[in-house]
Structure formats: C-alpha cells, structure tokens
C-alpha cells in the first residue's frame, strides 16, 4: 500500500491546481485521472478561455480577482501571448489560451520526488471510517489493483460524490427544475468564423428545431472564436444523451444553410458535461463582507450568475463590482468525512451561484485552497 499525505481526485484545472499547491507545500502528493491525459471538462470541451479570472471592472481593467496561483497562471500567458490574451466579451473580460499551453504549466511543474500521477485508473472500493476517508482501491491500465492511503484526500472531479460510496453518483440526464442550467456539449471546427456569425447560427438554429420539430431547449447554440488556436467552438444546450444525435443533425443543417460555416473543418467533438447537483451549504447573498472575515473568505467569484430560462436560454445576472460573490473556507469541506476537502465543481455553495463558482478561473483558486485548507488541517492535527 502507498501512503500519501495528500491523494487528489480528478484531474480537471481544479485539480491540477490542487496538486501543484500541495506538492509546492512539501506534502506527498498523489493525483488519480480516470483519463489518459489531464484537462477535465475543459480539455473534454475545448475551452477557449479562462472565465473568473479577473474582477470585470472598467476602473481596473483585466485586475486578478484571486491572487496566488491565478496570479501566476495570467503572468504565464501574458509572458507568452502578451495583450492578445486579454479578451472583453460583453461586460466580462476573460483571458484567450491555447490547450497545450495550459497543461505545460502545470506538468513542467508537477515533476517532483513528492508528487505521483495514476492516469487511466478505474475507481473500485473507497475505505471509510466513522469520520474519515481511509484509502481507495484503484485499478491501473494495467488492469493492476493498487491501494492508496492518506491523511488527507481533495474530490476535484466535477461529478462524483465521494463521501458516498460510490463514486457514480452523477447529475440525473433531465434538470430538477425549469431553470435548472442544462448540460452541454461542443462540436469543435478549425477555421477562423466571423463575427457575425454569433448572431448567424443562433438564428439558423432556431429555423432547423422548427422546422423539423425537435425539443425547444436545442435552439440555444453559442459560437466561439479563439484566434490564438484558430479554433472555433459550436455549443448547444443539452438534456438526455439522446440529444447529441441530433445537435449533429442541426450542425449538418447549419452547414448546408450557414457557408461562412462549412468553410470551417469539423475536428472533433466533446463528451456531454453534465452540471452537477452537489449538497449545497446555505449562506446568504453574494456579499459575504460584513459576515466573513477575510480568512475566512477564501475565494471570489465577479462572474455573473446564470439562469436557465427554457424560453430564453441562459440568463445571466451581473455581479457589482464591489459585491462579488465570497466563497467561505466552509464551502471547500465535505459535512461527514474530515480529511475530505472540495475543489471547483464539487464546492458546496447555494445553487444561485454555482455556475458562477464553477468557471475555471475561480475553479483554479478553489483547487488551491483546497490543498491550504488540507495543508493546515493536518498542520493542526
């Protein structure tokens, strides 16, 4: 069996963060992938842009919302890009990136004595106390069980439940309300597309799910262009599995009708991301100012909450620049299990603001705090 001081699960940019900040803090650090190469839902959807990472405030533009390893990741592309990387879409600003570049900063790094990956592992047993996590049971690609155990352990997958036991305890395909954020899924084209585009397809869009009568909620197709990737990104909106039959449908559609489109060169496209239902902790408002002190504040979110609204799609509700949203310390710990910590989509905060505490500049400090958080428990125990 080996032993860790701490184990990370899920190899997404939260988890990435994780354990760049645990190895740099002199634990032992294990992260475990279910894949054959990091990057979570942002590899798996072609992100185009870090969204969260600054403040979104005319006075002050492009400032860091969260410093440390946000900090650290701007510099990074803005050492390698320059002002390109610095893109206003709207009222947001977000910074452009290219995949590869993002995994080199964090794989250049992870090349420590203390720090060890499990990549293309299938989860078997998780090893549970009254109140902690003990170890897990994971089987390699080598079709090999091994045993790790830790004094701490990080859940940064996005979608699964660890303090059940099972790891499967994933976001059911239908929404639990009417405006409940859908599940999305890209279809990825190389070619620069215009800008007139964003409004182009949308419009299509809705003529092909009238015209062919298919589910109202498909209509809500977004474009996006990253010039540094020359990469252009079609994503719609989605509920059951069955749906990504048809957004091919609709984008073969698209292209018979949209030239500016068919000019593009279909590349790949995405897993389904579903948004998960995590066991939200209550707290009030976005302001958490006059109630948390800044210890206990340990990451803000300026990105705008979002509404699904099935009429008009995603709705979006901006955050004031001095009232961001403030995650507390509280967020990052499961209820049950002691040494379970919480990194990016698997945060326990009020549904109103998951969206906004789930893009992957704040996903990127909470996976930092995380291992802080971890770091400090173990410090006091």
């Not at 609709?250 to 489109?261: A, F, R």
């Amino acid at each position: 069996m080996e032993k860790f001081d701490n184990i990370i699960i899920g190899a997404g940019i939260a988890g990435l963060s994780a354990s760049l900040t645990s190895m740099k803090l002199g634990m032992k650090t294990a992260l475990i992938e279910k894949n054959s190469a990091p990057g979570g839902t942002a590899r798996d959807c072609s992100h185009n842009y870090i969204c969260g990472l600054f403040k979104n405030d005319d006075t002050m533009p492009f400032e860091i919302a969260n410093k440390g390893l946000c900090k650290d990741i701007y510099k990074y592309f803005f050492d390698l890009y320059g002002d390109k990387a610095l893109v206003k879409i709207g009222k947001v600003e977000v910074l452009a990136f290219i995949q590869e570049d993002l995994w080199a900063f964090f794989l250049n790094q992870l090349k420590e004595d203390n720090f060890s990956f499990y990549k293309n592992i299938k989860h078997k047993k998780t090893i549970f106390t009254d109140t902690c996590v003990e170890k897990i049971l994971i089987t390699t690609q080598h079709n090999k069980t091994v045993t790790l155990s830790a004094d701490v352990f990080i859940n940064a997958t996005g979608s699964a439940d660890l303090s059940k036991k099972s790891h499967d305890t994933y976001l059911p395909d239908a929404p639990q309300s009417d405006n409940d954020q859908l599940g999305g899924y890209s279809i990825i084209l190389k070619g620069k597309s215009k800008k007139e585009l964003s409004l182009i397809i949308p419009y299509t869009a809705r003529k092909i799910i009238e015209k062919y009568n298919l589910e109202n909620y498909l209509k809500f197709v977004t474009i996006s262009y990253n010039f540094l990737s020359d990469m252009t990104v079609l994503k719609f909106s989605v509920q059951e599995g069955q749906d990504i039959e048809k957004c091919h449908f609709i984008y073969e559609k698209l292209v018979g009708d949209v030239k500016e489109l068919a000019n593009l060169k279909y590349l790949t496209s995405s897993k389904r991301i579903h948004l998960r239902s995590c066991d939200n902790l209550n707290f009030n408002g976005p302001n958490q100012k006059e109630e948390k002190t800044d210890e206990e504040c340990i990451a803000k979110s300026y990105w705008p909450a979002e509404i699904w609204d099935k009429n008009r799609g995603t709705q979006y509700k901006y955050i004031k620049k001095d009232n961001p949203f403030c995650i507390p310390v509280a967020a990052l710990k499961d209820k049950k299990y002691n040494n379970l910590f919480l990194a990016g989509k698997n945060i326990r905060v009020p549904k109103l603001i998951q969206a906004s505490a789930r893009v992957m500049g704040v996903c990127i400090a909470t996976g930092e705090q995380a291992s802080i958080s971890a770091f400090k428990s173990l410090k006091e125990n």
